[in-house]
């Protein structure tokens, strides 16, 4: 890429499912994109990586938490925006898209679905499982599913205002839309988001002295 090239999307696809997402989207993109393998994913965010990448879409056909962990790092040290999209069954979900900075980090989304999994244990043991072996998962997908992914995912790419920090989940058995936002946790490291100030806090619990309720 020559000094003046305007920077463009990088796609990065695991699986069959991710690599047909990944064909969708450069086609979609023509002569704005580019496709890179995850052992380049150091390069994307390497130096000058805002003036080759405007932002990196992950697609993945299953969940790869510590990868998504390690680009999460990479993208914020760099300042470069990142969409996750994976096929989790039973939904695809889009997002979040992540915009160092700007909004919740990844770390952020990971904690916060952790909270509200009732079933996390045995959630963390098949993630573990994952991790440890990258081609353990389930195989098979729709190329409805994989269109209708690319499609939505393109629109964040095209125009990410209004979509920093938001997840859109769409239900494989009926095709049901929906879309959350992260929440940043209070004090994270990476995303910024700092803690409420002690009298703010002591405000919403109703009491005038926080160290008298050993907050």
């Known amino acids: 890429m020559s000094a003046d090239s305007a920077p463009t999307t990088a796609l990065l696809g695991f699986g069959d499912f991710g690599t047909h997402l990944?064909?969708?989207?450069?086609?979609?993109?023509?002569g704005a994109a580019r496709t890179v393998a995850p052992s380049d994913v150091d390069e994307v965010f390497g130096a000058g990586a805002?003036?080759?990448?405007?932002?990196?879409?992950?697609?993945?056909?299953?969940?790869?938490p510590a990868f998504c962990e390690r680009v999460d790092g990479l993208a914020h040290a760099a300042g470069v925006p990142w969409l996750l999209v994976s096929d989790e069954h039973p939904a695809l979900l889009i997002g979040?898209?992540?915009?160092?900075?700007?909004?919740?980090?990844?770390?952020?989304?990971?904690?916060?679905?952790?909270?509200?999994?009732?079933?996390?244990?045995?959630?963390?043991?098949?993630?573990?499982?994952?991790?440890?072996?990258?081609?353990?998962?389930?195989?098979?997908?729709?190329?409805?599913?994989?269109?209708?992914?690319?499609?939505?995912?393109?629109?964040i790419v095209s125009r990410p205002a209004g979509h920093v920090g938001r997840v859109t989940g769409v239900d494989k058995r009926n095709l049901a839309l929906s879309r959350h936002p992260v929440v940043s946790r209070h004090g994270c490291h990476r995303c910024g988001a700092p803690p409420p100030p002690r009298d703010r806090l002591a405000s919403l619990l109703g009491v005038r002295d926080l160290e008298s309720t050993r907050v």
């Open 96 to 155: 979040p898209y992540v915009a160092p900075g700007a909004g919740p980090c990844f770390r952020c989304y990971s904690d916060r679905r952790v909270q509200h999994d009732t079933h996390r244990e045995d959630t963390r043991a098949v993630y573990d499982a994952y991790d440890k072996d990258p081609e353990f998962g389930p195989s098979g997908h729709l190329p409805s599913h994989v269109r209708i992914t690319a499609a939505i995912a393109h629109g």
């Open 50 to 64: 805002r003036s080759r990448t405007s932002c990196l879409v992950v697609a993945l056909w299953r969940p790869a």
């Open 22 to 30: 990944v064909d969708l989207l450069a086609a979609r993109f023509p």
